[in-house]
């Protein structure tokens, strides 16, 4: 089992970026937290690295569905989304399969509410 979606973009990085939370917001997902890759290892390492973000998008409804059901599945959210520079002015853009991740967790009741989860962004990575 594979523990992402994945689609690879003909369009730039910030087009991918604007594209990919155009989707997440249509699927009822907001950005909560913005990890520039990027810049971080170029401060902090002082070393180049293809743009890279990091995307921590949040359903709230869902994720206070999980938090009610398994109180440590914080540990696991938001669900990541990660955009990445390919070269040739294309872009990947890839989600977290929360489905594999809950894998981890022994609760049926999680594994159904992580279904629902990664069927929205399935069709995120699909719109795109």
């Known amino acids: 089992m594979t523990y992402y979606f994945a689609k690879t973009l003909a369009a730039g990085f910030n087009v991918a970026v604007a594209r990919t939370t155009d989707a997440l917001k249509q699927e009822g997902f907001g950005i909560i937290t913005e990890i520039d890759v990027t810049k ?46 390919t070269g040739d002015g294309r872009c990947e853009v890839a989600a977290i399969d929360p489905v594999a991740s809950m894998q981890a967790i022994d609760n049926p009741a999680l594994t159904q509410a992580a279904e629902t989860v990664s069927q929205k962004l399935r069709a995120v990575i699909e719109r795109l």
């Open 40 to 85: 971080t290892f170029k401060d902090k390492l002082g070393i180049d690295f293809r743009k890279y973000r990091i995307l921590g998008a949040c359903n709230p409804a869902l994720a206070h569905e999980a938090l009610s059901l398994e109180d440590k599945v914080g540990t696991m959210l938001p669900c990541n989304v990660v955009v990445q520079e």
